[in-house]
């Protein structure tokens, strides 16, 4: 079983600004887009226009184009019969995961940028520091390399219509991994879908610190003999259990070779979806 730590949603680089804490639940926001899509901030159920406008400074808004992806969240859209959580990829990042050998049963666990919101004078404002933090999960039941029309996947998974990397538009390397019914994973303690969203996040950086600097448990730190995953060579951990996260990069695979450690850090992470 792979864990993959997938970086998604705005950040400095995508959209601008972190995606928000509100009320304690993040919020992620689908990152602006000019690639394949049906759909705007202004469409998604909730506040997330008003966010985006007043979060970038009114450089996009409920007309603007946004990539929904990671697709886990129900409530975001009207769903179709028989619709499940989806993640779609493409170019470098998709040959890297396949390279990787990622496959049914592995587990992505998605992560982003993430500040403390709150309304002031009925405008969205941030407060407080940026963090590194876990939103949701998806675990993977089917994949289909998409090349670069795959609106043909919506004749077998007509619920798939609102997710950008079936529409035309793509390069050959475009992919989607579809989540499984159910989460299963050596060990694990909580009885969950395969993918959801959490109502309170993982924090991931360690306080008082860079937001880059995790806190990385032992069965994943080679240091004391965890794993470790792509892009991140034995100089960037710690003894202390600190690890240096990459500037870039999207997709970070750990193989954890069926170690039931597993079971009691996921137990942990998604506890936050209660």
Not at 110 to 139: C, E, M, N
Not at 245 to 268: K, M, S, Y
Request: glycine share 14%; hydrophobic share 35%.
């Amino acid at each position: 079983m792979r864990i993959i730590f997938s970086r998604k949603g705005f950040d400095s680089a995508s959209g601008g600004c972190p995606s928000p804490i509100v009320d304690g639940v993040p919020v992620p926001l689908p990152i602006p887009t000019r690639q394949p899509t049906t759909t705007s901030y202004g469409e998604l159920v909730g506040d997330y226009a008003a966010l985006v406008s007043d979060l970038t400074g009114r450089r996009y808004n409920a007309t603007s184009a946004c990539h929904l992806d990671p697709d886990i969240d129900r409530s975001c859209l009207p769903r179709r019969v028989g619709w499940r959580g989806a993640l779609g990829q493409a170019g470098a990042a998709l040959s890297h995961l396949e390279n990787q050998g990622v496959t049914t049963g592995d587990t992505f666990i998605f992560w982003g940028s993430y500040r403390d919101a709150i309304k002031q004078s009925g405008q969205w404002i941030f407060i407080g520091p940026t963090i590194h933090l876990v939103f949701g999960w998806l675990q993977v039941g089917e994949y289909h390399r998409l090349g670069s029309d795959g609106s043909y996947l919506l004749a077998t998974h007509p619920w798939l219509t609102d997710h950008p990397h079936v529409r035309p538009g793509w390069g050959e390397a475009n992919g989607i991994f579809i989540a499984t019914d159910s989460l299963s994973a050596p060990g694990l303690g909580v009885s969950l879908p395969g993918w959801g969203v959490l109502k309170r996040g993982y924090q991931l950086s360690i306080p008082g610190r860079n937001p880059s600097v995790w806190n990385a448990p032992s069965w994943l730190n080679p240091v004391v003999g965890g794993v470790g995953m792509s892009f991140h060579p034995m100089g960037r951990w710690s003894a202390d259990g600190a690890v240096r996260c990459v500037g870039r990069g999207q997709e970070f695979v750990a193989d954890i070779r069926d170690d039931r450690h597993i079971g009691d850090w996921l137990t942990a992470v998604l506890e936050g979806s209660r």
